[in-house]
C-alpha cells in the first residue's frame, strides 16, 4: 500500500455512501410530513440499537432500538408535553439491565431522541430551506475538515479522545459553515448573525462527532457498527448532525428564527 492510498484508501467508499445517503435523505427531507417523521424515527432507532450494543446491552440491544424508534415516531407525529416522557423510554429499557455504564446508555440515548425532535421541529415549524441550512451547515464543515484535515494534517485537535482531528481540519470546518451561513444570508434574505450562528452550529457538529470519539474509545471499539460501508454506523455519520440539532433546538427557545420557507 502507498502513503498516497493509506492516506485516501476509503475516499470512494465514504462518497458513493454518503452520495446516496445525502440524494435519499433531502429527498425525503422535501417530502417533509409523516415520511420524514418516519425516516428521523428510523435512524433514532438504529443509533440507539448501537449505543445499546457499545455499551455491552448487547442481549436486549434490538429491544433498546425498536423502543427508541416507537418513541421517536410518537414524539415527531404528535409533539405535545404529553409525549416528552418518551424521550427516556430507549433509557429506562437497558438502564436495569447494565451492570455499569449505566449514566452513558442514559445520556447518549436521551440525547438521540431529544436531536431527533429537534430536526423534526426544525423541519415542521421552519420549513425545507432551513431544515437544508442545517444539514448543509454540517456535511460542508464535515466535508471541509475532512479533507483540510487530511492534507494539511497538522497538530491533533483532541488526541486523547479522537486522534485523527486536526486544528487545521476543525477550523476549515468553521469556514465552511461560514460559507454556508453566507450563502443563505445572499439567497433566503436572512440577517448576516446566520454566518455567526452557522460556525457555533458547526462547532456543536464538532462537539457531537468528539462525544460519540469519547462514547466509542470507551467501548474500545472503532465504529459503532458497519451499517454504512466506509462511514461505520449510523452514529459515525449523524453525530454531528446530533449536536448540531440539539444546538439549534437550544438556541431557538432564546433567538428568533427566520421565518419558515418551503
Known amino acids: 500500500m502507498t502513503v498516497a492510498e493509506g492516506h ?15 440524494i435519499l435523505g433531502f429527498w425525503i427531507m422535501w417530502l417533509g410530513g409523516h415520511p420524514f417523521h418516519a425516516l428521523v424515527a428510523l435512524v433514532a432507532g438504529l443509533m ?69 425532535y429537534g430536526l423534526a421541529v426544525q423541519r415542521d415549524d421552519h420549513g425545507f430551506v432551513w431544515v437544508v441550512w442545517l444539514v ?26 479522537s486522534p485523527g482531528k486536526t486544528w487545521s481540519g476543525t477550523i476549515a470546518g468553521w469556514a465552511g459553515a461560514a460559507l454556508v451561513g453566507l450563502a443563505f444570508v445572499l439567497l433566503a434574505n436572512a440577517g448576516l448573525e446566520l454566518v ?17 470519539s469519547a462514547l466509542k ?22 453525530d454531528s448532525l446530533l449536536g448540531a440539532s440539539l444546538f439549534v433546538l437550544a438556541a431557538g427557545q432564546v433567538i428568533e428564527f427566520p421565518a419558515r420557507i418551503g
Open 8 to 22: 485516501w484508501g476509503d475516499l470512494s467508499r465514504r462518497l458513493v455512501t454518503g452520495g446516496i445517503t445525502a
Open 48 to 116: 440507539v440499537w448501537e449505543i445499546a450494543r457499545m455499551v455491552g446491552v448487547t442481549e436486549l440491544a434490538v429491544a433498546c432500538g425498536l423502543v427508541g424508534g416507537l418513541a421517536m415516531l410518537l414524539l415527531v407525529t404528535y409533539q405535545t408535553l404529553y409525549t416528552w416522557p418518551l424521550l427516556l423510554a430507549p433509557a429506562a429499557t437497558g438502564f436495569a439491565r447494565l451492570k455499569g455504564n449505566r449514566a452513558t446508555y442514559a445520556l447518549y440515548s436521551t440525547a438521540v431522541l431529544v436531536a431527533g
Open 136 to 161: 448543509l451547515v454540517v456535511i460542508v464543515s464535515d466535508i471541509m475538515g475532512y479533507f483540510v484535515g487530511k492534507a494539511i494534517g497538522g497538530p491533533k485537535f483532541w488526541p486523547g479522545i
Open 196 to 212: 455567526a450562528i452557522s460556525i457555533l452550529v458547526a462547532i456543536a457538529g464538532q462537539a457531537g462527532d468528539v462525544a460519540e
Open 217 to 238: 474509545r470507551r467501548a474500545g471499539v472503532k465504529d459503532s457498527s458497519s451499517l454504512l460501508p466506509g462511514h461505520g454506523g449510523l452514529c459515525d455519520r449523524f
